[in-house]
Nanobody
Framework: QVQLVESGGGLVQAGGSLRLSCAAS????????MGWFRQNPGKERDLVAAISRSGFTTYYVDSIKGRFTISRDNAKNTVYLQMNSLKPEDTAVYYC??????????????????WGQGTQVTVSS
C-alpha cells in the first residue's frame, strides 16, 4: 500500500504557474502508475495527466496539452504536475492517484486504488 500527500496548490492569477508535488510512502514508488485528477464541487473527478512506472509514457487530456507537464522522480518517491499558462477553468481540487494493477496508464478513477487528500488550485481572472 502507498500513502500519497499532495502539496503546491494555491491562488494564482491567470497566465501564472504552479507546480504540484505528490510525495509517496510505503511500497516502492516505481511499482505504481501515477495520475493527477481534478474535481470541482458537484462535478466528477476527471483525469488530467498520467505517467507510466518508468516515466517514459505520459498521457494528457486535450484541455491541458502544451500547458501542463507530468513527471516523476522515482528516487525521491514523488510525482509532479507543472502547470503553466493557467486559466480560470483550471480551478479545482487536484488529487494524485496511484495504480498498482498492471502497467497500463488508467484513464478513470476506478483504475486507481490509492488517493491523496487533494490540494486546491484557484486561478483568478
Amino acid at each position: 500500500q502507498v500513502q500519497l500527500v499532495e502539496s503546491g496548490g494555491g491562488l494564482v492569477q491567470a497566465g501564472g504557474s504552479l507546480r504540484l508535488s505528490c510525495a509517496a510512502s510505503g511500497r516502492p514508488f516505481s511499482y505504481y502508475v501515477m495520475g493527477w485528477f481534478r474535481q470541482n464541487p458537484g462535478k466528477e473527478r476527471d483525469l488530467v495527466a498520467a505517467i507510466s512506472r518508468s516515466g517514459f509514457t505520459t498521457y494528457y487530456v486535450d484541455s491541458i496539452k502544451g500547458r501542463f507537464t507530468i513527471s516523476r522522480d522515482n528516487a525521491k518517491n514523488t510525482v509532479y504536475l507543472q502547470m503553466n499558462s493557467l486559466k480560470p477553468e483550471d480551478t479545482a481540487v487536484y488529487y494524485c492517484a496511484g495504480r498498482l494493477a498492471g502497467p497500463n496508464i488508467g484513464l478513470h478513477t476506478t483504475d486507481y486504488a490509492y488517493w491523496g487528500q487533494g490540494t486546491q488550485v484557484t486561478v483568478s481572472s
